[in-house]
């Protein structure tokens, strides 16, 4: 079966980075565009980036632009999230998601796997 585990989260002090990871089986990783979403406590899930099943385009969300990085080695069949300057405003669980198709998305409820989740807490 499909299975997208996340890893590489933890508590960073603002400023810092981290670099979330997502290892996918069961899938062919190649024909599938991913995504990393974020949902904090109490709120609701929320998109962070996206990136094309060749790593060709990516799509962010306007809170990280300039700071969050998404890429992919579809040799490793893993897709990553690098995060710089983070802020205490980007503490939340995130996400790693497949699509199947080329083209990129937002929107959860168009994305078809989904990983557990990895914490990520920026202390101020």
């Known amino acids: 079966q499909v299975q997208l585990v996340e890893s590489g989260g933890g508590l960073v002090q603002a400023g810092g980075s981290l670099r979330l990871s997502c290892a996918a089986s069961?899938?062919?990783?190649?024909?599938?565009?991913m995504g990393w979403f974020r949902q904090a406590p109490g709120k609701e899930r929320r998109f962070v980036a996206a990136i094309t099943w060749s790593g060709g385009s990516t799509y962010y969300a306007d809170s990280v632009k300039g700071r969050f990085t998404i890429s992919r080695d579809n040799a490793k069949n893993t897709v990553y999230l690098q995060m710089n300057s983070l802020k205490p405003e980007d503490t939340a669980d995130y996400y790693c998601?497949?699509?199947?198709?080329?083209?990129?998305?937002?929107?959860?409820?168009?994305?078809?796997?989904w990983g557990q989740g990895t914490q990520v807490t920026v202390s101020s």
């Open positions: 069961g899938l062919t990783f190649s024909s599938y565009a």
């Open positions: 998601a497949a699509r199947s198709g080329r083209r990129l998305s937002g929107e959860h409820t168009e994305y078809d796997y």
